[in-house]
Structure formats: C-alpha cells, structure tokens
C-alpha cells in the first residue's frame, strides 16, 4: 500500500519538507499538502510591477550561509542566482543620512572610527575606550544584544546602528532579541575569552569580506516556488487544518470545511500562533513553547515609478529607532539589484515589534506613509549633503516633484 504523507503550511519549509520527502521515498507515496492561501509560498511572493518581476516579503538571501545555494544547486537553478551591485545602503539618524559603518557585526561595530558621524563624541570616547574597560561574561550567557551594546558602547550605538539593522532584518528589536541569536559569532567569541566587546566583533568579522553578502534569483522567489512544487509532485488543498489526531499507528486530520484526512506521517509547517493551536492535544508542551514566543507585525509596499525619476543614489535606507518616519527600511531595488526594464523599483518596510500593524492599518494610509517618508528623506538629504552638485539638487528637485505628483495619483486612484 502507498504511504500518505501531509504537510501542513504551504510557506518554504511547507514546500521544502515536500521536495524532502518526494526526494526520500520516492513515487510510491502521496504527499498531500493543506494551505488556505490563494497560492503556495507563504511570505515568500513575487509580483509584477511595470511588467518585472519583484519579490514581496523577503527578497534576499545570505550568500555566505550555504542552505540556499545549496537548494539551488540541487535544483539546476544555481545559473538563476544573482547578487547585488555592491551600492551600500545608509541609514537615517537625526533627520539626516548616514552611511552605514563599514565592518560591523549585525550592526554592532568593530571600532569607534567606523561610527563617527552617525554617533557623539562622548560615544566615540567611550567606545575608543572599551577595550580597557573590565568585562564580565558569562560563557553561555544570552542576553540582548541591545543590553550588552548599550553597556560596552552606549545606547546611541544600538539605536542608530544595531536597531535600524534588526528591525529591518528581522522586525525586531535589540531590547528584545538575544545576543546569540543576532550575533552568534559575535557570542561565541565572547565565549571563547574576548576581553572586550570590540575584540569580539573584530573576531565575528568574515575572515573574507570579499564577493556579495546578499543574493537573490532572477525572476524572483516563485522560480524556487515552483520548481519545489514540480519536483515534490505535491497534491494541494487549499483548506486550514483545524485539528490532528493520533489515530493508531497513524494520524488523522480535520480541515475546515469538515473533512477527515488519513496520514501515516505529518509534518506541520506554519507560524508559530498556528502552531500553538494543532499541536495543543498532541504535544502540549510543544503548544506552550509556541504559545509564549511573540511575533512581529510587519507590511511591505512596492512601487514602480517611472524610469529616470531621480532618487538618491544608494541601494536603500535603515531607519533608526526615534525617528519621525512611519517606515523601518526603504529599499531602492534598482540601484540594489540593478535597473530591468524602463522603471525604478523600490520597497517600503513599515513595522517594528511590538505593533500591531497589519491588523490595524490600511493600504490608503501605508500608500501615504511611503510617499511622505520618501519626500523626508530626499529633503533630509539635500539639506545636510554639501558636496551635492547643483544638477544633482536640481534632479532630486525633480523626484520630490515626481513623488508629490505620485501622491496626488495615489489619492485619486483610492
């Protein structure tokens, strides 16, 4: 008799799971996978804006992490994988742009030259001075990350550079997440007898830094969607799974619309308040372990404007915590990942932990927020930039111009 086999979640790891099992029985079973979602890929989604591809949700990979090449290569899609221009990305502090420190650890910085600018100089003295200080660690220790950068480096540290790093990365906060999960290297080191936070980052550094941190695939995520989907010859419900089972020596699985489904193996695969909620009967402990881990609340917007419309020339902005802007990230895909096609591409992140702002705010008023974030930022630049060339000025007038007209459009169209 065949085996049957279900995957609850139809996100990466739901569909992953699938290639997995296809790839380790073989034909002779059913894989049967139950997502609600009008498509397969959970927060993984690739759009088309002014006719390219563009992937909403998360739009990149670690390059120098091998999971993902991996995939890829074990796909055929290795040809498909691309990498940034190398254009750094700032982050904006006290109404101005800053350029992202160079050499930093998830944001947590390897030497006091490399924040100057973006921090005071009684931050500068104090970091300058850290490694003489005395430090206490305790191996195997996880504090937040923000508790130990603001003792060792201050607190205008975390909130103008590991903060604008976490919350864009992750939608987390430094308060909140602990060191060895936003810096395990950086833990390890300090494990390992770092005398100093800064010894520590220094040996957290890449032993190479060169080649691109960041990849993506051409033709965005749904490449990767679909070739999981074809190989794992998955059969997909588009049904919730309310309820599962033990049921002898195998399971049985209650969708939403009534009906019973018969497994001999399940692998659930969903976020973690779902998660709380199916295995409760099964595996309570599991089920309080989920209950009690926080999640973020998070939107993206993307947006096509036409081609040529001046916007600063960096790859995208990070938002330091404080700052009078509804966004976290601002991404400016074209000058990331390089301009296809007559349009300029760009994102817009809104939500840091601990709001709740997918269930509370609307696309009309995420709509103005990008436009007016955008036009702060641009203001924000020509005002603290001297060596901007007149032209320049004179282009980025235009793309303010560009963006008011994008605002009077965005109204009429809601």
């Known amino acids: 008799m065949s085996t049957s086999y279900c995957v609850v979640g139809g996100g990466i790891s739901g569909l992953v799971t699938?290639?997995?099992?296809?790839?380790?029985?073989?034909?002779?079973?059913?894989v049967t996978l139950f997502d609600p979602a009008d498509r397969l890929g959970g927060i993984l989604r690739t759009e088309r804006l002014g006719g390219q591809p563009m992937d909403i949700g998360a739009e990149a990979f670690v390059v120098r992490r091998p999971e993902v090449?991996?995939?890829?290569?074990?796909?055929?899609?290795?040809?498909?994988?691309?990498?940034?221009?190398?254009?750094?990305?700032?982050?904006?502090?006290?109404?101005?742009?800053?350029?992202?420190?160079?050499?930093?650890?998830?944001?947590?910085?390897?030497?006091?030259?490399?924040?100057?600018?973006?921090?005071?100089?009684a931050t500068i003295a104090q970091m300058a001075a850290e490694p003489h200080r005395r430090l206490q660690w305790r191996a195997g220790a996880d504090p937040a990350v923000g508790a130990v950068v603001a003792d060792r480096f201050g607190e205008q540290v975390v909130t103008?550079?590991?903060?604008?790093?976490?919350?864009?990365?992750?939608?987390?906060?430094?308060?909140?997440?602990?060191?060895?999960?936003?810096?395990?290297?950086?833990?390890?080191?300090?494990?390992?007898?770092?005398?100093?936070?800064?010894?520590?980052?220094?040996?957290?550094?890449?032993?190479?830094?060169?080649?691109?941190?960041?990849?993506?695939?051409?033709?965005?995520?749904?490449?990767?969607l679909n070739e999981l989907v074809h190989r794992s010859r998955l059969r997909w419900v588009p049904t919730a799974i309310e309820h599962i089972a033990a049921d002898g020596a195998g399971w049985v699985l209650r969708d939403d619309e009534g009906s019973h489904w018969r497994a001999d193996a399940v692998v659930v695969a969903v976020p973690v308040p779902r998660l709380a909620e199916l295995v409760g009967d099964i595996a309570p402990r599991a089920a309080a372990a989920a209950a009690r881990i926080p999640v973020a609340s998070a939107a993206v917007l993307a947006m096509a404007v036409p081609g040529g419309t001046p916007l600063p020339p960096q790859s995208g902005v990070l938002v330091a915590s404080g700052e009078r802007l509804h966004s976290k990230a601002i991404t400016l895909s074209t000058r990331k990942w390089g301009a296809r096609g007559n349009v300029e591409l760009l994102r817009m992140s809104f939500g840091r932990f601990?709001?709740?702002?997918?269930?509370?705010?609307?696309?009309?008023?995420?709509?103005?927020?990008?436009?007016?974030?955008?036009?702060?930022?641009?203001?924000?630049?020509?005002?603290?930039?001297?060596?901007?060339?007149?032209?320049?000025?004179r282009r980025l007038r235009v793309g303010r111009r560009a963006l008011e007209n994008l605002a009077r459009l965005t109204d009429s169209l809601l």
């Open 160 to 224: 103008r550079s590991v903060d604008p790093m976490l919350s864009g990365v992750y939608a987390g906060s430094a308060a909140t997440i602990g060191i060895r999960a936003a810096a395990p290297t950086v833990a390890a080191a300090l494990d390992a007898g770092a005398a100093s936070l800064t010894e520590a980052a220094r040996r957290a550094l890449p032993t190479s830094t060169r080649g691109p941190v960041f990849g993506a695939i051409e033709g965005g995520y749904e490449v990767l």
């Open 354 to 393: 601990g709001d709740d702002l997918a269930h509370v705010t609307s696309d009309t008023e995420l709509q103005s927020w990008a436009v007016a974030d955008l036009k702060t930022v641009q203001d924000g630049y020509l005002r603290h930039a001297p060596m901007v060339t007149l032209e320049e000025r």
């Open 69 to 121: 090449p991996a995939l890829l290569a074990e796909l055929g899609l290795s040809g498909r994988q691309v990498s940034t221009t190398g254009v750094r990305p700032t982050i904006y502090s006290q109404a101005r742009l800053h350029p992202l420190p160079p050499d930093t650890v998830n944001g947590i910085p390897t030497s006091a030259a490399s924040v100057t600018g973006l921090v005071d100089d």
């Open 18 to 30: 699938a290639y997995r099992i296809r790839a380790a029985v073989g034909d002779d079973a059913t």
